[in-house]
C-alpha cells in the first residue's frame, strides 16, 4: 500500500504543480493582453490547483494503515476527499463560467491581443501533457502490479 500511495502522490504532486504554472501564465496573459476570458480561465486553473490539493489530502488520508478505531484502513477518507475535490472542480468551474458568462452578455469585451494566449496555450499543453504521462505512467505500472497477481487476491 505503501508504494501505491507514494507513486498516487508523485502523481496529484506533478498535476498540482502544472495546474498552478498554467494558472500563472494565464493570469500573466490575462494583464498582459487584457483579456477578461484569459483571466477567468486563471481563476478556473487556480480552482483546479485547489482540487489537486483536496486530492493530496485523499492521498494522505487513505494511505493511513489500519488501527483499533478504523479495522479495515481509511479508504472510505481518501474516498471522501477524493468526492470534495470532484464537488469542488464542479461548483467552482460552474461558478466561474457563469460569472464570465454573465459578464459578457451584460458587458461585452473587445477582442485583444491573441499572442499571449497562444502562448499559454501552447506551455499549457506542455504541462498538461507532462501531467498526462505521469499518469498514465502510473496506470501502466498499477496494471501490471494486478496482472501479475493470481486472480481473486486483488485486496
Known amino acids: 500500500m505503501g508504494e501505491k500511495s507514494g507513486e498516487s502522490l508523485g502523481t496529484v504532486l506533478v498535476a498540482g504543480a502544472a495546474n498552478l504554472a498554467i494558472a500563472l501564465a494565464k493570469l500573466i496573459a490575462g494583464l498582459i493582453g487584457g483579456s477578461a476570458a484569459m483571466l477567468s480561465e486563471a ?6 490547483t485547489v482540487t489537486e ?9 487513505s494511505g493511513k494503515p489500519a488501527d483499533r478505531r478504523h479495522p479495515f484502513g481509511h479508504g472510505k ?5 477524493a468526492l470534495m475535490a470532484a464537488v469542488a472542480t464542479l461548483v467552482g468551474g460552474a461558478g466561474f463560467s457563469i460569472t464570465h458568462g454573465l459578464h459578457e452578455v451584460g458587458h461585452g469585451e473587445e477582442l485583444a491581443d491573441l499572442t499571449p494566449s497562444y502562448v499559454v496555450l501552447a506551455v499549457a499543453f506542455v504541462l498538461e501533457g ?4 505521469k ?4 496506470l501502466r505500472r498499477e496494471a501490471a502490479r494486478y ?3 493470481p486472480y481473486g487476491s486483488y485486496g
Do not use: I, M, N, P
Open 77 to 81: 477518507a481518501g474516498f471522501v476527499w
Open 43 to 48: 481563476a478556473h486553473s487556480a480552482a483546479d
Open 147 to 149: 496482472a501479475s497477481r
Open 53 to 61: 490539493l483536496l486530492l493530496l489530502v485523499a492521498v494522505r488520508r
Open 130 to 133: 507532462t501531467s498526462l504521462l
Open 135 to 138: 499518469g498514465l505512467a502510473q
